[in-house]
Nanobody
Framework: QVQLVESGGGLVQAGGSLRLSCAAS??????????MGWYRQAPGKQRELVAT???????NYADSGKGRFTISRDNVKNTVYLQMNNLKPEDTAVYYC????????????????WGKGTLVTVSS
């Protein structure tokens, strides 16, 4: 019912920057999204939290990204962004967008959705 489309991934050298975007869309009107966030999964590792943002603007970051990553969101556009600066080779992973607590007009509330991911590769 809800599609999350990520963009902005790619290949960058260590120390470089990337900005990821994730837009949520649905056949029904999206009334609210409680939390939007980014997770990542490196080869051979489990998916891990990168950063989250609530609809009220509270943010949470994994220690690995503090001081380098900034999450922001546009509640009108149902879009979340992740600005990543000073990237390191260990940031290489597939980055997934998550929308938690999605309420649609005339449909179920509080659903959780994932995007298909965008690959970020940081070369040394």
């Amino acid at each position: 019912q809800v599609q999350l489309v990520e963009s902005g991934g790619g290949l960058v050298q260590a120390g470089g920057s990337l900005r990821l975007s994730c837009a949520a869309s649905a056949s029904r009107r999206i009334l609210s999204i409680n939390v939007m966030g980014w997770y990542r999964q490196a080869p051979g590792k489990q998916r891990e939290l990168v950063a989250t943002s609530t609809s009220e603007g509270s943010t949470n970051y994994a220690d690995s990204g503090k001081g380098r990553f900034t999450i922001s969101r546009d509640n009108v556009k149902n879009t979340v962004y992740l600005q990543m600066n000073n990237l390191k080779p260990e940031d290489t992973a597939v980055y997934y967008c998550n929308a938690d607590g999605v309420t649609l007009l005339g449909a179920g509330a509080g659903m959780d959705y994932w995007g298909k991911g965008t690959l970020v590769t940081v070369s040394s």
